[in-house]
């Protein structure tokens, strides 16, 4: 059974900081590729950031990238988003997800949530 917690959400003010951990049960097997996605009202979830399960391959949304940092813990249940110079437009609830599938091949229906955890910039 894969269960993901997300935690590290809050307010911050635009140009702030925060950082996202996400601590994982579960096989190692289900953490070939994690990830986090965001969703702000309205609007559809998207990808903000993905990696191997090393951390040696990265991949950003364009809107974040010089922003945001995805790393993995020494731990290899966790990991994290580190969110750097924060903007009104990134408020969101914010999820980690994980897959069995490597990051080439994972799709929407292959990834594990969390509960996510909200992130207000203002």
């Known amino acids: 059974h894969v269960q993901l917690v997300e935690s590290g959400g809050g307010s911050v003010q635009a140009g702030g900081s925060l950082r996202l951990s996400c601590v994982a049960s579960g096989s190692t097997a289900s953490r070939a590729c994690m990830g986090w996605f965001r969703q702000a009202p309205g609007k559809e979830r998207e990808e903000v950031a993905r990696m191997t399960t090393s951390g040696g391959i990265k991949h950003y949304a364009d809107s974040v990238k010089g922003r945001f940092t995805i790393s993995p813990d020494s731990a290899e249940n966790r990991w994290y988003l580190q969110m750097n110079s924060l903007k009104p437009e990134d408020t969101a609830t914010y999820y980690c997800?994980?897959?069995?599938?490597?990051?080439?091949?994972?799709?929407?229906?292959?990834?594990?949530w969390g509960q996510g955890t909200q992130v207000t910039v203002s």
């Open positions: 997800a994980s897959s069995f599938r490597t990051c080439g091949l994972v799709t929407q229906s292959t990834w594990y």
